[in-house]
């Protein structure tokens, strides 16, 4: 089955912890991205990346940080210097950025809570 | 800055009704509007996209855009129970053709 999958599904940090986010897709996309969606708001652009090895900063990306070693995998490391962290992550991929048939898909989402 | 401004909701209409969300952009430059389903506690699933001025159907979907008026609108015929959902519209614009997303609307069909 082709599709993106994100792990865990619910997280706890405690503050002051630095905690990893997992992203996969076997979609053979070229670009992922990271948002962030809090209670009754739309979703918000972290990070994003279009080729393995290169990544750019979205709206809200301080107290973030991402890495695109493979193709495949696009994880996102929520920082203590994130004064607000607990929301729904939500990763997603499409063929690639820059198309006007950009269909981004979407993983089923992290939810982090800090403690 | 760009903006996409939907109606919050929520919004009810009777099973077998039609409903219509509305989501108008700021940015007179976007190309390509996208509308996703987001059940409650899950990821969003898109059901339509549209990239030229007029209608799109697909199924129960219509998808309408008008980029004079910087409008684009959704329209589900024949509701259901199960479409209620907080339907997001999200519109891409740039050269990376990055998406913005409204807050959605909210929608619930009662039977």
């Known amino acids: 089955d082709g599709g993106i999958t994100q792990s865990p599904k619910y997280l706890f940090r405690k503050e002051g912890q630095n905690v990893t986010l997992s992203c996969e897709q076997n979609?053979?996309?070229?670009?992922m991205y990271w948002y962030r969606q809090d209670p009754g708001q739309g979703l918000r652009l972290i990070y994003y990346?279009?080729?393995?090895?290169?990544?750019q900063k979205g709206d809200i990306a301080e107290g973030y940080s991402v890495s695109r070693e493979k193709k495949e995998s696009f994880p996102l490391t929520v920082t203590s210097a994130q004064k607000n962290p607990t929301a729904f992550y939500l990763c997603?991929?499409?063929?690639?950025?820059?198309?006007?048939?950009?269909?981004?898909?979407f993983g089923p989402g992290t939810r982090l809570t800090v403690l | 800055q760009k903006e996409v401004e939907q109606n919050s909701g929520p919004l009810s209409v009777p099973e077998g009704a039609i409903a219509s969300l509305n989501c108008t952009y700021s940015?007179?430059?976007?190309?390509?509007f996208f509308w996703y389903r987001q059940y409650s506690g899950k990821s969003p699933e898109l059901i339509m996209s549209?990239?030229?001025?007029g209608d799109k159907e697909d199924g129960r979907f219509t998808a309408q855009l008008n980029k004079a008026s910087q409008y684009v609108s959704l329209l589900i015929r024949d509701s259901q129970p199960s479409d209620s959902a907080t339907y997001l519209c999200?519109?891409?614009?740039?050269?990376?053709?990055?998406?913005?997303f409204g807050s959605g609307t909210q929608l619930t069909v009662l039977p």
């Open positions: 997603a991929s499409s063929v690639r950025q820059g198309r006007t048939d950009n269909e981004q898909f």
């Open positions: 979609l053979n996309h070229d670009a």
């Open positions: 990346s279009q080729i393995v090895n290169d990544f």
């Open positions: 940015d007179r430059g976007s190309q390509s």
């Open positions: 549209i990239y030229s001025n």
């Open positions: 999200a519109v891409a614009s740039g050269s990376a053709r990055q998406l913005t």
